[in-house]
């Protein structure tokens, strides 16, 4: 089988560009690694560079310890299957699994045995004879991979191969690519922005912004500790409510953190308040999922956020309250564009120094960090704006509540996320 490693490579496109900032990663033997990030983020790119369609510009990248760069893409023992399947529309379905082989040579009882082997795999054994034009768009995508298993590479990239299916057919899908190359044990690389995918299929996530990795470790990691703001606000659904704090520490006591009109007490006993203490009288990100808040009675003692229903959305299984409470959003700018502030001179209007750090957590990860002149000056990451929160809460299926309802909401402090005013978390140890 194969590992890759990609040591601090960047790739700038002729017009000065950086699409692909410095990243260093490693992927080990048999793994499955999802790349996620917003369209644009150079994830592709990644992988056109680890199959040799793309040089780097900078940095080196090594299969099973070998540098490949001087290497042809037909030497590379590297399968690729595309976003628009790339099937040749003139050969049949036969035809289309079996050119690798006919290319390298395989005799003709081999081949189509090899090929009706993995049609089978594939459940498309049945239009083994038809053309792609005569295919759904979910048996063309099964042809795709039949063509690039069949050759038994070493490494599969796959580059969003389910993006232009419906999404029944992408969960169907899904499931029988995480299978089969877990049964093949084939190393794998996996291109998607569809966090369902990456969080459901992989065995770790890599987190791309603008070129720059954000974030490495396995879907448990890096959803329950985000490494950075953009994590955070990237992950989850509905997004992670991150709110503005002013933190003030009552030493051996409690941290105060006011939200606004309301706070909330981190008891002292929590290994986390020696962490947010260190920001005493400064501003700080609180993020709360909707899982770690639950409607509660008015008169409910303890950490308690209180405020009124704007608007709700209902979703079948569940529905969505959206909370008024007196407190400041932080919004997370996915691209980066740039959009303004509504206070001029807030305090957060820019968090992109430190959104560009590369972290490495989880086996087999590795990361860097770019000097500081560079991240602001190569990387910008764009501005980040303050907003009245929308608190998100989950209650049942159309609740009898309305928008303009009062509701108080517990939240569980456990469950809570803090980051400082760059963008990185806030850990034990860290400042």
């Known amino acids: 089988m194969s590992t890759v490693l990609l040591k601090d490579v960047t790739k700038v496109w002729p017009d000065g560009t950086i699409a692909v900032n410095h990243v260093s990663l490693d992927v080990e033997d048999g793994e499955f690694l999802v790349l996620l990030g917003p369209s644009g983020c150079g994830k592709s790119t990644i992988l056109r560079m680890i199959a040799g369609l793309e040089d780097p510009s900078e940095g080196d990248i090594l299969l099973n310890g070998d540098p490949v760069l001087e290497l042809a893409p037909r030497d590379r023992s590297i399968a690729m299957v595309f ?16 050119f690798p082989l006919r290319l390298s040579g395989m005799e003709t009882n081999n081949r189509l045995e090899k090929v009706g082997d993995v049609a089978s795999a594939l459940g498309i054994g049945d239009v083994l004879g038809r053309k792609p034009s005569q295919l759904s768009g979910g048996q063309r995508q099964r042809v795709a991979m039949g063509r690039a298993i069949v050759r ?22 899904r499931a029988e690519i995480t299978g089969l190359t877990r049964e093949l044990g084939v190393t794998t690389m996996y291109v998607t922005h569809d966090q369902a995918e990456a969080l459901t299929m992989a065995d770790r996530v890599a987190i791309m912004r603008k070129g720059v990795l954000q974030d490495v470790g396995t879907p448990t990691e890096v959803y329950g500790r985000p490494a950075t703001l953009y994590v955070a606000a990237f992950l989850g659904a509905p997004r992670m409510n991150l709110l503005e704090a002013s933190v003030y520490v009552h030493l051996d006591q409690y941290v105060t953190l006011n939200l606004g009109e309301q706070a909330l007490y981190l008891p002292w006993n929590d290994i986390r308040a020696r962490a947010v203490a260190h920001y005493h009288g400064e501003r700080i990100v609180v993020g709360m999922r909707a899982e770690a808040l639950t409607p509660v009675a008015p008169d409910v003692p303890g950490d308690v956020l209180r405020g009124r229903i704007r608007y709700l959305e209902h979703h079948g299984h569940e529905s969505l309250a959206y909370l008024d409470i007196g407190a400041t959003a932080i919004v997370v700018d996915e691209m980066g564009t740039g959009k303004p502030d509504p206070e001029p001179g807030g ?31 190569v ?53």
């Open 152 to 173: 038994r590479p070493g490494l599969f990239l796959m580059d969003e191969p389910l993006s232009n299916l419906d999404s029944g057919l992408r969960a169907e899908l």
């Open 83 to 98: 976003q628009d399947f790339a099937l040749y529309p003139h050969m049949t379905v036969n035809d289309n699994i079996g």
């Open 347 to 377: 305090a957060f209007r820019r968090f992109g120094s430190t959104l560009q750090k590369l972290t490495g957590r989880g086996s087999g990860a590795t990361a860097t960090v770019q000097p500081p002149e560079e991240r602001v000056s």
């Open 379 to 431: 990387l910008d990451p764009g501005r980040h704006h303050r907003r009245p929160a929308e608190l998100a809460v989950r209650l049942a299926p159309y609740p009898a509540v309305s928008p303009g309802h009062p509701l108080s909401i517990a939240v569980r402090m456990d469950m809570l996320h803090f980051f400082d005013e760059r963008g990185d978390r806030i850990d034990v140890g860290w400042r």
